[in-house]
T-cell receptor, first 117, second 114 residues
């Protein structure tokens, strides 16, 4: 079964600083990987996804993530953080289950980002 | 385009009462998912449907929970009888067919059982 680890529960950065949120996954084959962001009182919004091709993927709001198979990682980055980026960030992995056409998303426990002005 | 629509946004009720949460997925999406989010357990998948058929309900906590999807545009999650430990935020998500397709989430229902 697949699993996702987000080792940082909380991260605080200054506005304008760079950001990297860590995500490690466990899955036997090539996974489908996603990053979501959740603002207070709202649902999860997709930032970006990876399923094949270029290992550096660009997302919305200036975020990017790099898939590194050798490290089983899919870290999220942003070169300059804005105060509005304060939120909780979730990494997720999906397995390609051939039967039924459906699959499960396994989420990490999330990283709460605080931005200091 | 409208996203996933959940109702109600907030529900407060007394233990023992029946609770019904509703979800309207994005038109054209074939898969629908129900999640529960709590501080202690994070995001948990309760059940998911593909083409209105329940595929995996192994995450449903117990028999007090049930979910239906009578048609492609509507799903319900019912708790009967409700208990204080059911208090959580419940999310519905939908997705097009294909494992690489992302799930789109509603804004959730914040449920408080007194």
């Amino acid at each position: 079964a697949q699993s996702v680890t987000q080792p940082d529960i909380h991260i605080t950065v200054s506005e304008g600083a760079s950001l990297e949120l860590r995500c490690n996954y466990s899955y036997g084959a090539t996974p489908y990987l996603f990053w979501y962001v959740q603002s207070p009182g709202q649902g999860l919004q997709l930032l970006l996804k990876y399923f094949s091709g270029d290992t550096l993927v660009q997302g919305i709001k200036g975020f990017e993530a790099e898939f590194k198979r050798s490290q089983s990682s899919f870290n999220l980055r942003k070169p300059s953080v804005h105060w509005s980026d304060a939120a909780e960030y979730f990494c997720a992995v999906a397995a390609d289950i051939l039967t039924g056409g459906g699959n499960k998303l396994t989420f990490g426990t999330g990283t709460q980002l605080k931005v200091e002005l | 385009d409208a996203g996933v629509i959940q109702s109600p946004r907030h529900e407060v009720t007394e233990m023992g009462q029946e609770v019904t949460l509703r979800c309207k997925p994005i038109s054209g999406h074939n898969s629908l998912f129900w999640y529960r989010q709590t501080m202690m357990r994070g995001l948990e998948l309760l059940i998911y449907f593909n083409n209105n058929v329940p595929i995996d309900d192994s995450g449903m906590p117990e028999d007090r929970f049930s979910a239906k999807m009578p048609n492609a545009s509507f799903s319900t999650l019912k708790i009967q009888p409700s208990e204080p430990r059911d208090s959580a935020v419940y999310f519905c998500a939908s997705r097009e067919t294909g494992s690489s397709q992302p799930q789109h989430f509603g804004d959730g229902t914040r449920l408080s059982i007194l």
